[in-house]
């Protein structure tokens, strides 16, 4: 909510959530955030840094796609719909929520409105398409060179043992 005022998009999500039975409801609420977002009493507001150590607590998340947020999903396997920021300039929030959808990682609704965000809901109320969710994130493998990096070592230090010019 520091780029621009969540208030009526978090209502609207909060109204989408409630269709599911038996719901229990938390909204993150970051230690940089600048604005007071009022919560209703049935909603847990929570505090954590970093929330992704929890993830596993809860069946779906709903966030913005900030790098962060997005990673921090996906590395965790918490199925989420993606409501990406279109005001941030620099920042493609709306290529990394198409990206997820795509890739059936989680679910992007560009244009958040009462019938998108019901469906959307509906999809994360199916325990089959978020297990689907799921494995695609644990599937997904990220590479960040370590392992290339000690085969090439270890390679390199296997030849040079096995020339007897250094026996």
Request: net charge negative; proline share 5%; hydrophobic share 45%.
């Amino acid at each position: 909510g520091n780029i621009n005022d969540t208030r009526s998009l978090t209502h609207d999500v909060l109204e989408a959530l409630r269709a599911i039975p038996d719901v229990q409801i938390c909204v993150a609420v970051p230690s940089i955030s600048r604005s007071d977002l009022s919560l209703p009493e049935d909603v847990t507001r929570l505090a954590l840094f970093p929330l992704s150590k929890h993830a596993h607590a809860f069946d779906f998340g709903v966030s913005a796609s900030g790098y962060n947020s997005y990673h921090e999903a996906i590395a965790a396997g918490l199925p989420t719909i993606f409501l990406p920021n279109l005001a941030t300039r620099v920042d493609d929030q709306p290529a990394r929520a198409r990206f997820a959808n795509d890739a059936g990682l989680g679910l992007c609704v560009e244009h958040p409105d009462s019938n998108t965000l019901a469906a959307a809901v509906a999809t994360m109320s199916n325990e089959q398409a978020r297990r689907e969710m799921q494995a695609r994130c644990h599937d997904l493998q990220i590479q960040n060179g370590a392992r290339a990096a000690m085969m090439a070592i270890e390679a390199a230090m296997l030849s040079l043992a096995s020339n007897d010019r250094w026996n």
